[in-house]
């Protein structure tokens, strides 16, 4: 979700394929429209199918550990996509030395390499290269521990610009309890991650724009097609959530109940929770700091 935009729309009409369909739209901070939203959703499945041969070489067991040790580099890319929100939105202020020079570094200037898709890439690139490493020197358990010294550190940053952070309760709320429902019902907590992961996403769109943006008489819209899309035919974005909830519900299911390697469906798993759980930690985030 973003809070302004060109009112020229996703398009900047310069005759240019690139320009129009890729280009203008992160740089006037549009969103998403249906021709690079489908390019997306290609590189992504090419991508995923490269990692799972990657894993499936190299014997890479992804059971409930390893879900949980990545779970903090999903935490770690929101969070350092914050950090660029909050500095875009002048709300990141140099009260620290290390504030000063985390603006001054211009590391997290809003460009290609700090927003979606750009900052998927950067945070696998920091799981794959923590991976490597750690197998190197045979520390592998500690993956999720440096996950989360990655991500405390942003977390930290943004601790100080903070102000609404009693508006996070509701959306928790509305993320934790299909997602208990779905463990109870599924008794797997990979699966019941989908679920929890897409709940906290619908949530957090639902809250942030049709009661968070209009309470503190600031704009916010689903930068998403699809997601704008359920949120413009039903004239609010709780049909989003509600819809979120029912395709997570259902995929977890067949999951489930699907046949296939147990490594493959949970590799799937993971592949899906991330959309969820990378939108909606960032959708808090953000709104928490105000950006």
Do not use: C
Request: glycine letters at 8%.
């Amino acid at each position: 979700m973003i809070d302004h935009y060109d009112m020229t729309g996703p398009v900047g009409n310069t005759g240019n394929f690139i320009e129009d369909y890729f280009i203008h739209p992160l740089v006037s901070q549009t969103g998403y429209n249906p021709v690079n939203t489908a390019v997306y959703a290609i590189i992504a499945i090419i991508a995923l199918y490269f990692i799972w041969d990657i894993f499936k070489r190299k014997k890479i067991v992804i059971d409930k550990k390893f879900v949980y040790a990545v779970l903090p580099f999903i935490l770690l890319g929101s969070t350092m996509r914050v950090v660029t929100d909050s500095i875009d939105n002048n709300k990141f202020k140099a009260i620290t030395p290390i504030h000063e020079a985390i603006i001054n570094s211009h590391i997290y200037d809003y460009g290609y390499l700090t927003v979606t898709p750009g900052v998927y890439l950067v945070t696998a690139a920091i799981l794959f290269i923590s991976m490597g490493v750690l197998h190197l020197i045979k520390k592998s358990q500690y993956l999720g521990h440096v996950g989360l010294i990655l991500w405390l550190f942003h977390f930290l940053l943004l601790v100080p610009f903070m102000q609404y952070i009693m508006d996070a309760i509701p959306i928790l709320i509305l993320a934790l309890i299909p997602t208990i429902i779905a463990w109870k019902y599924l008794k797997n907590e990979i699966y019941a991650l989908i679920v929890a992961g897409h709940a906290l996403d619908g949530a957090a769109t639902f809250y942030v724009i049709d009661v968070f943006g209009p309470k503190i008489g600031k704009l916010y819209f689903e930068q998403h097609v699809v997601g704008g899309f359920i949120g413009a035919v039903f004239g609010t974005f709780f049909a989003f959530y509600l819809v979120k909830l029912a395709i997570s519900f259902g995929v977890a299911h067949l999951l489930k109940k699907e046949k296939e390697d147990e490594n493959f469906k949970n590799f799937i798993a993971l592949a899906i929770m991330i959309m969820g759980f990378a939108p909606g930690i960032r959708d808090v985030l953000r709104m928490v700091v105000g950006a």
